[in-house]
């Protein structure tokens, strides 16, 4: 009669009652590391590597191999119940998470205020992990974050892990139930591997946000799958068969007169070299919106990392390697460094820093990370009977404890009290707000204050320098006599004499029509002061392609501006051909574009292109809100992109000195 687990999963019959055992693979650490340097590094701004995201495939495919594996384990035992089985997954990863969630609300409110409002919204889903799914259903992309994204956003990968070990007990159960032998279990994760695979190249749409399949648990499950596929593999079997290894052989060969011993470990250390260098490669060119990676691109990966694994567990030179004490110590500590590193990175980084990092500060971030993560691991992540360095503690000391030190159940209460208070509806705002005026005092400056500000500071001459110089060869425009307005390029045919303009109240009759995003959105009220003649159309988060539409049907409507100012690009990649249409739907009339300031990679490029179209359309200019903006900070809020009051009167005189003449 099978034995019975709670909540209704059952044990195969046909298990030994003798426990399995495993012996440690020192090589996983190394995995671990190469995964938190990926992830790290990807997290970064600007990015030091672009495809640091695969670092999460590294982490999936691991979790579900030893998953899976302490299931086998626990099942020839006869030892295993679920709710036991939820409880000591939960102790290992709730007390970090909630300890995260307190960190990050004093370092929000201490360092970033305006970050306090946004981990407020995302508390309760990190919490109870479900932060993965709010995501998508709140459409926060994660690959096009710009300004200043939650400083929980990170959080959904433990999220989406807790679900899997919520789930997949039960169902690798009933696996194990109708599925005896281990080819039969093996068929079976493949079967789910494949439909995990498929959903996701069937939800992908080229050009639309992934968050869907990125953060989904059932397109994300392959890259788990696979590591529960090799953890059935390597197995033995309940005809205590030998698992999947290595095939023995030794040859000697003569290589220019000398004599070399190859076997298995050379061939087993030369493929796992081989797909490191392959996974090092994709970190640097890979991207986030490639749309082969839905495609099968992540499965690949997963399937690389699982053989990277099975070479760990085979003796040579590639294990002991990835098992060296740096990389021990790295792995060891990589989710702590995960849960801390994130928050740090974007206090330590703010979206209005205008200048480049050096080497050293970077370096100084990264030790600050690790000292971070430390704390985290020995105060609430390590269990009894862990010492400072992993490579001096017992072996599998992590495996035989289960008991939390007494400093990890104090600190994650007080992470649990914060996370708690912060969903109270109390007025966190006001507590944001108010230090936040502290920390920058231009932020509570009334319309008064920024005016006076502005009239006392010397006027800055908009520069170039934040945006990329055009290439020599590109094609450029006829010269002729100028305007006496101020812009970065100034379209050949902009009349200033068709318009009045008050160079005392800086109010000015042009009949003007602006399409932009969120940032013109916050300016509008104010633009429409100095410039009551202007149809002004903002929207938050507005595409480039998307006010193509606004601005012709303006046009269709009888409207007739004098001058068109597309502010868009923002918040996404522009295309040559949509600067195109865009340039061919203002009809001649005099077209400017605004450069765009985030701390975004694509906005170098759109304003690259912008300069490109201007030298060769005659009625295309360039007004450089990008570089005005970048020269005083202070103009804008913490997230980089939206002026605040000084910098909205600073916007508003400086579309009034491209559009007025200038004495």
Not at 53 to 59: A, E, I, M, Q, R
Not at 112 to 125: F, G, H, N
Not at 431 to 449: I, N
Not at 462 to 490: E, M, R
Request: proline share 6%.
């Amino acid at each position: 009669m099978p034995r019975t687990v709670e909540s209704g999963a059952r044990i195969p019959s046909d298990v030994p009652s003798r426990p399995r055992t495993f012996t440690h693979i020192r090589a996983v650490d190394g995995l671990r590391a190469l995964a938190i340097i990926g992830v790290v590094a990807y997290h970064t701004r600007p990015s030091m590597l672009a495809g640091g995201f695969l670092g999460v495939t590294l982490f999936f495919v691991v979790s579900g191999f030893f998953l899976t594996r302490s299931m086998l384990r626990l099942f020839s035992g006869g030892g295993f119940r679920y709710a036991t089985f939820l409880k000591g997954r939960a102790k290992r990863i709730w007390p970090a998470v909630l300890t995260t969630i307190g960190f990050v609300a004093v370092l929000a409110w201490a360092a970033s205020p305006m970050l306090l409002m946004k981990a407020r919204a995302d508390t309760m889903p990190s919490a109870l992990f479900y932060s993965n799914w709010w995501f998508i259903f709140r459409h926060q992309s994660y690959f096009e974050t710009s300004g200043l994204p939650s400083p929980l956003t990170h959080l959904w990968y433990t999220s989406l892990i807790m679900q899997f070990y919520l789930l997949w007990p039960l169902l690798f159960a009933l696996v194990c139930r109708v599925a005896h032998s281990r080819k039969a279990r093996a068929a079976i994760l493949v079967a789910l591997i494949v439909a995990s695979t498929v959903e996701m190249a069937l939800l992908y749409r080229p050009g639309q946000d992934v968050s869907r399949i990125y953060y989904g648990l059932d397109t994300r499950a392959a890259e788990l799958l696979v590591g529960a596929l090799l953890a059935v593999l390597t197995d033995h079997d309940p005809q205590s068969k030998v698992g999947l290894q290595a095939p023995h052989w030794r040859r000697r060969l003569q290589v220019r007169g000398r004599e070399l011993d190859v076997g298995t470990d050379t061939a087993v250390s030369a493929l796992a070299a081989a797909i490191t260098l392959v996974f090092v490669i994709a970190m640097v060119a890979a991207r986030g919106t490639d749309g082969w990676l839905y495609h099968g691109g992540l499965l690949l990966f997963a399937l690389l990392t699982a053989t990277l694994l099975w070479c760990g567990m085979q003796p040579g030179v590639y294990a002991r390697v990835m098992g060296c004490r740096p990389l021990q110590y790295l792995g060891s500590r990589s989710f702590s460094i995960y849960l801390v590193h994130y928050p740090l990175l974007e206090v330590m980084n703010p979206a209005t820093r205008t200048r480049q990092i050096p080497w050293y500060e970077w370096l100084g971030q990264f030790l600050l990370i690790l000292v971070a993560a430390e704390i985290l691991f020995q105060l609430v992540e390590a269990m009894h009977g862990t010492r400072w360095l992993p490579w001096i503690a017992r072996r599998d000391g992590l495996e035989r404890s289960h008991s939390l030190r007494r400093s990890a159940w104090v600190i994650s209460g007080v992470g649990a009290l914060i996370a708690f208070l912060l969903v109270l509806p109390l007025p966190w705002q006001q507590v944001a707000d108010s230090r936040a005026r502290t920390l920058r005092p231009e932020l509570q400056m009334t319309r008064e204050q920024a005016l006076a500000k502005l009239k006392a500071t010397p006027k800055p001459k908009p520069t170039a320098s934040p945006t990329p110089s055009p290439s020599a060869s590109a094609p450029t425009k006829p010269t002729s006599p100028k305007p006496l307005v101020k812009a970065l390029v100034v379209p050949d045919n902009l009349d200033p004499g068709r318009w009045q303009c008050d160079a005392a109240k800086e109010t000015c009759n042009v009949k003007l029509l602006m399409v932009g995003d969120s940032v013109t959105a916050g300016v509008t009220d104010v633009m429409r002061e100095h410039f009551p003649n202007a149809h002004v159309d903002g929207a938050v988060s507005r595409q480039f392609g998307d006010g193509l539409p606004i601005m012709q049907q303006a046009i269709a409507a009888g409207e007739d501006p004098q001058v068109i100012v597309y502010a868009l690009g923002t918040n996404g990649a522009a295309t040559a051909d949509q600067v195109a249409q865009v340039i061919d739907a203002a009809q001649g009339r005099p077209l400017y574009f605004l450069t765009t300031r985030a701390p975004v990679d694509w906005v170098e490029g759109n304003n690259q292109l912008f300069l490109q179209e201007a030298k060769s359309h005659a009625n295309v200019g360039v007004i450089d809100w990008a570089g005005l903006s970048r020269a005083h900070p202070d103009y804008l809020y913490d997230d980089g992109i939206h002026p605040n009051a000084l910098g909205q009167e600073a916007f508003v005189q400086m579309m009034f000195e491209a559009l007025c003449p200038q004495s």
